[in-house]
């Protein structure tokens, strides 16, 4: 695992670099913006390729029913715009335009969450995740690093149908080696424990590493398990990290009403029910705000993630205690 | 001037009564269906798919075909019924008309080989043809056309004029929208409930070539589509307002929202069947599932 803890590209400028790279390799990629190309990041792709640059205006729903009938001619359409019109203006756009007849467009949504910048609970997504998780044919992910971005958007590529990705306005270490590959359905363990699972998606997989680090000064061994992949959900890797460790957090940048939380919370409750704890936006919007003041807020930091760790494994002693 | 031969006009009148035919018949026997918005295009239709648009049943994804969505997509029987009659699937199938595996209530691309998008919430589809329009430029594609069909309400709709303006913007004078103004909504009419007038004032505003014809007349609808398709692409998209009677061809039906989304009971259906063949000068010929229909449930009226 090769960890660049000097990292300061944010999400977006990865994403960028990635778009120009998929572009070159397949020149079916289109990419449609609603007037935000310099916030997310689509400057160079526009450079590289300004014929395939398509600029639609303040008009997301456009957008992306524009994306449906590109993708229809077989294009592979990138309709852009903040992950709030995404989830909120378009929604109806996607759902039946897009996911219903099942259709090849690939859309990344950006301002994801707590870190974006100043402009509040309107442009602050937090429930895109559950959202997009909730429409049928759509394929969900949120990477936990500028490297694991790369990876979800090929194979986003070589995915047929429609696929929703976050490009979070954020920069954490790299996660991942140029070896790393995504698959959908699949998680990764990135550090193993016997003590408690810490299900982390997106950005929240690096505080749950932090989290890990403070938890083994106290001698838990916390797993650490990155689950990009929000949906199709990889079960199986969720059941057996539950079997060796007996309790959960789950932490993602999102509210966590329909989002991780919830989806692991399904997959424990049906196959190996375990004390839970998801760490997550409860309910709010996200207002104006500096980054790690919010994090702090909707305690969401490294330290929160522990302190929940702590909390359910005193849960699974209890139960433990109560079964003998 | 374009012209239909008395043979093309008495042809395209038969299409049109049968494109009503089948839509009574596949609401009757689905119980759910709209009858008013189906009867309103059927004469649009038939010139479509019998005189004007680049068909070919047999390859249905032909990449030089034209493209046709049906953006006021609840209209779904009349276009199952125009397909199956152009021979893109069995004239059987539209028994399958809103049954599980069948054709979906609102046209879905999966349902039937000609459909070419999913639809149903109103103001999507002319965003869709957009794109394909787009799609087709990018492909060097200049000979097929992508047409587009709304309802009078649907232009309520935000997202219609989202695309009315892109399609200006793009010069995408290979899309042809076809409004079906048959001022009649849902719960009313369209003057009452929310009006669009000036009508034809807003698109030109928007940039586009604005053709106003009877969209009943199937030599104004031949001769339109014509004047969209090959006179006026000079850089902007046409629409054609086609002012229109909603449940043309019955009676009860006629500029009547009652009749937006209603099924007929078999006995209803079977009269009105008779009625549009009166009104049609054809033999009459009455509901084809009459008695299977009676024996087989009872009738909600699929509001």
């Known amino acids: 695992m090769a960890e660049n803890k000097t990292n300061t590209e944010e999400f977006r400028d990865a994403f960028g670099k990635t778009l120009i790279e998929l572009g070159k390799e397949n020149p079916k990629i289109v990419f449609l913006d609603a007037d935000l190309h310099t916030s997310t990041k689509a400057t160079g792709f526009k450079q590289t390729f300004p014929d395939r640059f398509v600029q639609v205006g303040i008009a997301e729903q456009n957008l992306f029913g524009i994306a449906a009938g590109l993708a229809f001619e077989g294009f592979v359409p990138f309709p852009s715009t903040f992950a709030a019109f995404a989830s909120r203006r378009a929604l109806d756009q996607i759902a039946i335009s897009i996911c219903f007849p099942n259709i090849n467009v690939k859309i990344p949504g950006s301002y994801c969450g707590v870190p974006t910048s100043r402009a509040g609970g309107s442009h602050n997504c937090i429930e895109d995740l559950a959202v997009m998780r909730a429409l049928p044919n759509m394929k969900v992910a949120d990477p936990g690093s500028n490297e694991d971005l790369r990876q979800i958007m090929k194979t986003a590529v070589a995915t047929p149908g429609p696929v929703y990705f976050r490009v979070t306005r954020y920069a954490v270490p790299e996660l991942f080696g140029p070896e790393h590959r995504f698959e959908w359905g699949k998680g990764v363990v990135l550090r193993p424990g016997s003590d408690v699972t810490l299900f982390g998606t997106g950005v929240m997989t690096h505080f749950c590493l932090e989290a890990a680090g403070i938890l083994a000064e106290q001698a838990i061994q916390a797993e650490v398990v990155h689950l990009a992949s929000v949906k199709p959900i990889d079960n199986k890797l969720i059941v057996e990290s539950a079997l060796r460790t007996g309790c959960a957090v789950t932490a993602e940048n999102a509210t966590i009403y329909g989002g991780l939380g919830d989806a692991v919370s399904q997959v424990l409750a049906e196959a190996h029910p375990v004390p839970v704890h998801r760490i997550g936006v409860r309910d709010q919007f996200v207002e104006s705000g500096g980054i790690e003041e919010l994090f702090a807020l909707h305690q969401m930091t490294p330290q929160d993630i522990a302190n929940a760790a702590l909390q359910v494994i005193r849960k699974k002693a209890k139960s433990e205690q109560e079964a003998i | ?303």
């Open chain 2, 1 to 303: 001037m374009m012209q239909l031969t008395t043979d093309e006009l008495r042809h395209l009148q038969e299409r049109a009564y049968q494109i009503r035919r089948l839509s009574v018949e596949m609401i009757a026997y689905s119980q759910w269906g709209h009858i008013g918005g189906s009867f309103s295009m059927a004469e649009l239709l038939a010139v479509l798919y019998f005189k004007d648009m680049k068909l070919d049943p047999e390859q249905p994804s032909l990449e030089n075909r034209d493209r046709l969505i049906l953006s006021k997509a609840h209209g779904s029987p009349a276009l199952y019924a125009v397909l199956a009659l152009r021979g893109f699937m069995p004239e059987e199938k539209i028994y399958q008309y809103c049954e599980l595996g069948g054709l979906e209530g609102h046209t879905h691309i999966e349902s039937a080989p000609g459909i070419e998008a999913t639809g149903g919430p109103l103001g999507m589809g002319l965003s869709v043809a957009v794109g394909m329009a787009m799609g087709l430029r990018r492909k060097e594609n200049p000979r097929s056309r992508v047409i587009c069909i709304l309802g009078d309400g649907e232009c309520n709709e935000g997202n219609v004029w989202e695309a009315a303006m892109s399609a200006a913007h793009y010069h995408l004078d290979n899309l042809i929208a076809i409004v079906d103004y048959n001022k009649a909504m849902a719960k009313g009419f369209v003057w009452d409930l929310m009006g669009i007038e000036p009508f034809a004032d807003k698109w030109k505003a928007f940039g586009w070539n604005v053709l106003e014809i009877d969209g009943h007349d199937l030599q104004e609808v031949a001769r339109a589509l014509y004047t969209a398709r090959w006179v006026k692409a000079n850089g902007s998209p046409v629409v054609i307002i086609a002012h229109t009677v909603k449940g043309k061809g019955i009676e009860q039906a006629e500029f009547n929202y009652k009749w937006h989304t209603h099924a007929p009971d078999p006995e209803t259906a079977d009269a009105m069947l008779r009625e549009v063949a009166r009104n049609y000068g054809y033999p009459e010929e009455g509901y084809s599932k009459l008695e299977k229909a009676v024996e087989k449930e009872t009738f909600y009226g699929g509001e």
